[in-house]
Protein backbone atom coordinates (compact mmCIF):
# COMPACT_ATOMS: atom_id res chain seq x y z
CA UNK A 1 0.00 0.00 0.00
CA UNK A 2 1.46 3.61 -0.96
CA UNK A 3 1.19 6.59 0.88
CA UNK A 4 -1.73 8.90 0.06
CA UNK A 5 0.04 11.69 0.45
CA UNK A 6 2.69 11.94 -2.55
CA UNK A 7 6.11 12.02 -1.90
CA UNK A 8 6.01 11.79 2.12
CA UNK A 9 8.39 12.05 3.91
CA UNK A 10 10.10 14.56 1.59
CA UNK A 11 13.50 14.16 0.57
CA UNK A 12 15.30 16.81 2.35
CA UNK A 13 18.37 16.70 4.10
CA UNK A 14 18.41 14.22 7.27
CA UNK A 15 19.45 16.28 9.65
CA UNK A 16 16.73 19.15 8.82
CA UNK A 17 14.43 16.80 8.97
CA UNK A 18 15.47 15.37 12.37
CA UNK A 19 16.14 19.09 13.59
CA UNK A 20 12.47 19.94 12.48
CA UNK A 21 11.21 16.97 15.17
CA UNK A 22 13.05 18.70 17.36
CA UNK A 23 11.30 21.71 17.15
CA UNK A 24 8.00 19.98 17.27
CA UNK A 25 9.00 17.42 19.89
CA UNK A 26 10.02 21.46 21.88
CA UNK A 27 6.56 22.89 21.06
CA UNK A 28 4.18 19.44 21.60
CA UNK A 29 5.61 19.55 25.03
CA UNK A 30 3.86 23.19 25.65
CA UNK A 31 2.06 23.32 29.51
CA UNK A 32 1.50 19.90 30.05
CA UNK A 33 2.75 18.19 33.28
CA UNK A 34 5.83 15.74 33.41
CA UNK A 35 2.86 12.49 33.82
CA UNK A 36 1.23 14.17 30.80
CA UNK A 37 4.26 13.99 28.37
CA UNK A 38 5.89 10.72 29.57
CA UNK A 39 1.92 9.23 28.32
CA UNK A 40 2.20 11.47 25.19
CA UNK A 41 5.59 10.89 24.37
CA UNK A 42 4.74 6.77 25.18
CA UNK A 43 2.13 7.22 22.57
CA UNK A 44 3.76 8.47 19.87
CA UNK A 45 6.72 5.84 20.05
CA UNK A 46 3.85 3.29 19.98
CA UNK A 47 2.99 4.68 16.96
CA UNK A 48 6.54 4.41 15.78
CA UNK A 49 7.24 0.59 16.68
CA UNK A 50 3.90 0.11 14.95
CA UNK A 51 5.09 1.31 11.91
CA UNK A 52 8.79 0.09 12.09
CA UNK A 53 7.05 -3.60 12.67
CA UNK A 54 5.03 -3.28 10.12
CA UNK A 55 7.82 -2.43 7.28
CA UNK A 56 9.93 -4.83 8.87
CA UNK A 57 7.44 -7.40 8.09
CA UNK A 58 6.99 -6.10 4.54
CA UNK A 59 10.72 -6.84 4.20
CA UNK A 60 10.62 -10.11 5.08
CA UNK A 61 7.75 -10.84 2.75
CA UNK A 62 9.80 -9.07 -0.42
CA UNK A 63 13.35 -9.98 0.41
CA UNK A 64 11.45 -14.14 0.68
CA UNK A 65 10.08 -13.29 -2.56
CA UNK A 66 13.24 -12.09 -4.27
CA UNK A 67 15.10 -15.34 -2.72
CA UNK A 68 17.49 -12.69 -0.73
CA UNK A 69 16.81 -13.57 2.19
CA UNK A 70 19.90 -14.97 3.92
CA UNK A 71 20.15 -16.43 7.73
CA UNK A 72 24.37 -15.99 8.20
CA UNK A 73 23.92 -17.85 11.19
CA UNK A 74 22.69 -20.74 9.68
CA UNK A 75 24.61 -23.76 9.70
CA UNK A 76 24.43 -23.42 6.06
CA UNK A 77 26.52 -20.25 5.68
CA UNK A 78 28.69 -21.40 9.03
CA UNK A 79 30.25 -24.20 6.78
CA UNK A 80 31.35 -22.82 3.85
CA UNK A 81 32.41 -19.72 2.07
CA UNK A 82 31.28 -16.44 2.83
CA UNK A 83 27.66 -15.42 0.71
CA UNK A 84 28.50 -12.09 0.21
CA UNK A 85 31.83 -12.87 -0.82
CA UNK A 86 30.99 -13.92 -4.46
CA UNK A 87 27.48 -12.62 -4.43
CA UNK A 88 25.39 -16.34 -3.36
CA UNK A 89 27.11 -17.11 -6.69
CA UNK A 90 30.06 -19.88 -7.58
CA UNK A 91 32.81 -19.28 -9.38
CA UNK A 92 31.69 -21.60 -12.02
CA UNK A 93 28.31 -19.24 -12.29
CA UNK A 94 29.96 -16.21 -12.85
CA UNK A 95 32.92 -17.97 -15.39
CA UNK A 96 29.52 -17.30 -18.10
CA UNK A 97 28.99 -13.71 -16.78
CA UNK A 98 32.78 -12.69 -16.94
CA UNK A 99 32.62 -14.43 -20.91
CA UNK A 100 29.91 -12.68 -22.03
CA UNK A 101 31.12 -9.22 -20.72
CA UNK A 102 34.00 -9.97 -22.16
CA UNK A 103 32.49 -10.78 -25.36
CA UNK A 104 30.42 -7.56 -25.61
CA UNK A 105 33.77 -5.68 -24.83
CA UNK A 106 35.16 -7.30 -27.73
CA UNK A 107 32.19 -6.25 -30.01
CA UNK A 108 32.59 -2.56 -28.53
CA UNK A 109 36.40 -2.40 -29.67
CA UNK A 110 35.45 -3.34 -33.24
CA UNK A 111 32.36 -1.52 -33.24
CA UNK A 112 34.65 1.52 -32.14
CA UNK A 113 37.38 0.77 -35.05
CA UNK A 114 35.12 0.79 -37.60
CA UNK A 115 33.07 3.96 -36.40
CA UNK A 116 37.25 5.58 -36.19
CA UNK A 117 37.77 4.15 -39.93
CA UNK A 118 34.69 5.46 -41.69
CA UNK A 119 35.88 9.04 -40.21
Given at each position: ?????????????????????????????????????????N????????????????????????????????????????????????????????D????????????????????
Amino acid sequence: MTSNIPNFPPNIDPQVFSFIAVLIGSAAVGDYSAVEQNSIGNWLILVGQFILTNAAQQQLIESRIENGNLNINSREAKMGGSFYANNGKSNQNQRAEVDFLLDAVEKIQRELENIKNNL
